[in-house]
């Protein structure tokens, strides 16, 4: 049986995935952190905090693609 799960940041195989509390997705030990990851949902709360004067710009390669459905709730 293979339990081996992909961290959804590096893509790297880990035997023993940790699950974001905030976005649920399975990380390696070294991104389980939400800053580690750039947690969808940390950028939500931090914008929240913030008074979302400024999102950060989607311009990043190594950012997951489900980054850009949150960006999009920010626009306009
Ligand atoms: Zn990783
Ligand atoms: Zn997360």
Known sequence: ???REK???CGDMT??????NYCKD???SEH??????????LTSIRAARFG??????????NKPGFFKKIFGKFKG
């Open 52 to 61: 979302q004067r400024k999102i950060i710009r989607d311009d990043d390669p």
């Open 26 to 28: 399975p990380f390696c």
């Open 7 to 9: 961290c959804a940041y």
């Open 32 to 41: 389980r952190l939400p800053e580690e990851h750039r947690c969808v949902k």
């Open 15 to 20: 035997d023993m995935p940790f699950e974001c």
């Open 1 to 3: 049986m293979d339990l």
